[in-house]
Every structure is written in C-alpha cells, then in structure tokens.
C-alpha cells in the first residue's frame, strides 16, 4: 500500500495548493424546517446527537478541497457522504456553517454560488439515472456543449468535440455516438455519463460512488478513466471522490476524509491513513476493502 498510485500526487506537494471549496463547521438537520432559532441551536450544538428521535446527517463537519487535488470522502452507509457533497456543490443549504468558493463565502443564490454551480459537474452512481433515455450519446454530449458554450456553436465542432472526449474515456465514438442509454453496457453508460460531466471542463468534479452499480471489469475500466481524466486536466480540476471502499479510493486519491454518524473521523494524506490510521474505525474499512 506504500507505492504510489497512478493519479495520485505527492504529499510534498498538495499541503502547499490553495483551498478552492472549503466547508466550515457545517451541520444538518434534515427537519429543521419550523423550529424556532432556540431549538435549533439546541440541536446543533446538543452533545448527544439525537434530538426528539431525529439525527443530525452533519454534525459540525469541516473540509476543504485544494486546487488540483482529489479528495475522497469515504464512510459506511448513511454516515453522511451525500449529504456533505450537495452541500459542498452548493444543491443543499446547510442548517448551520459555511461554504466558500475560491475564498468567498458562497451562500445560496449568492454570486459565488453561482459560479460553483456554473463550474462543477457531477457523476451519480447509476449512469442510467443521469442519461436521458430519449437522447443518443451525440444528443446528450451536445446538450452538454451548448449549456456550457451556447447554441451557436458549429455542428461540426461539436461532434469534433463530443468524439474527442469520448476518446478520452476510452470508447470508440464512431461506436456508440448513435447509441441510446439503453444499447449501453453499465461500464460505457457510466463512461458517456463521465464524458458528459468533462465535455464543458468544469473546475470541481464530483464523483459519487460512480462504480457501485457497475461490475467489476466496468469498475476497473472507470477508475483508469478518471484516472486518465486527472493526468489530463491536470491542476485546473479538482476532483471528490466519494465511496464506501477504501480499497478503490486509495487509486486515485490524494487525501482522505472519513466519515461516520455525521462526524469527520479523521483526515490526512492517502499515505498517511492507509499506512497510519488512527481510529478503529478506519482499520476497519481498511480490512474490509476491495482492491
Ligand atoms: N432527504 C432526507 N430527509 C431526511 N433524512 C435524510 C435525507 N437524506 C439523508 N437523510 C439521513 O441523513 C443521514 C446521512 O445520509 P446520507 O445520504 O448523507 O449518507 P451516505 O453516507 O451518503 O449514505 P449512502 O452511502 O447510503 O448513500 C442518514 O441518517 C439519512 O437517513
């Protein structure tokens, strides 16, 4: 587990890069939704971490995410991964905390929001889920480029594009370009879901448990592609990553956070918590992981 990974950077170097989105004492309650300030506060700053039967999802949760870097967020099921990563991307409000894009506070709605929202894309777990079944992978790839770039864009440059960066995630695009979802395997499905998320170059990439519904080839074929994807963009994108397995992240990531019940665990460089972890809890996922 010392040699290092294809992707990954060198702890020298990442402690030196700027934070591009950081989140500062985030938490939240899910039905905060009514209380009055008073009781809010109660949750939040509650010890125990059950108010009335109801959970905190983050609880007080700081992270930040440098420049070039990918960060893995990792921890068993409900411990809040997705949560923390909507809030990162700014798709949910925290109840208590902050955000910051490129040193800014980025509230909802705020300038600053707008342009993380206009500079980060995302891949779910299920590739199915994020196509839309009606379009061919040209339609969704071209969607993808007008959003970005607008309509007026030449057709002949688009599909340039589009088979461009299907060549990046390693598929043949005079193969599947007319195919629909349907026609796809999981493994290319989750790949055109990919090509689509990095056809518009986007600052912050998010990749959530983007192998978890594929097999087990696919899952080897989509980590060498955002593998591939960072030894291309290089510094201008920073990636999250997140997973249950520590086993898989430990491919691609720079650092680590682990989560549990809402609560950063601990976090460091790949190195350092695969070689020197500190909690049970991590030893745990380290015992249990896949690759
Ligand atoms: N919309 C919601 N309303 C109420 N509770 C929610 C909602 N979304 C998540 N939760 C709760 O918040 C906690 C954290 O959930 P979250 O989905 O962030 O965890 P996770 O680590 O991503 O889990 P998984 O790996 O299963 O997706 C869980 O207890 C979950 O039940």
């Not at 518009?200 to 192998?211: G, R, S, T, V």
Request: aromatic share 4%.
């Amino acid at each position: 587990m010392t040699e290092r990974q294809h992707g990954a950077q060198s702890d020298d170097e990442i402690p030196t890069r700027q934070p591009v989105l950081e989140m500062n004492h985030v938490s939240k309650n899910y039905h905060a939704r009514g209380m009055s300030r008073r009781l809010l506060d109660n949750v939040i700053h509650a010890s125990a971490k059950r108010y009335q039967g109801q959970r905190l999802a983050l609880d007080d949760v700081s992270l930040s995410l440098k420049s070039g870097e990918c960060l893995a967020i990792i921890g068993e099921s409900g411990s809040g991964k997705t949560t923390a990563t909507r809030i990162l991307l700014g798709l949910l409000a925290p109840t208590a905390g902050s955000l910051r894009y490129r040193g800014k506070q980025a509230p909802m709605h705020s300038t600053e929001w707008k342009r993380l929202r206009r500079e980060s894309s995302m891949i779910f777990q299920n590739p199915y889920s994020s196509l839309d079944p009606r379009w061919t992978v040209r339609q969704s790839l071209k969607e993808a480029v007008s959003l970005r770039f607008g309509r007026g864009l030449d057709p002949s440059s688009v599909e340039a594009r589009s088979l461009k960066i299907l060549d990046t995630v390693g598929l043949d695009g005079r193969v599947v370009i007319d195919r629909y979802p349907i026609d796809l395997s999981g493994g290319q499905a989750q790949r055109v879901a990919i090509a689509r998320a990095i056809i518009d170059e986007p600052e912050i990439l998010l990749a959530d448990e983007p192998m978890s519904a594929v097999d087990v080839t696919a899952r080897v074929q989509i980590l060498h592609t955002l593998q591939e994807v960072r030894t291309i963009q290089g510094a201008s994108l920073s990636m999250i990553f997140v997973s249950h397995d520590i086993g898989m992240v430990q491919h691609i990531a720079d650092r680590i956070v682990v989560l549990r019940q809402g609560r950063v665990l601990e976090q460091g460089s790949c190195a350092e918590l695969l070689n020197h972890p500190q909690h049970p809890y991590t030893m745990e996922l380290l015992k249990a992981a896949s690759l």
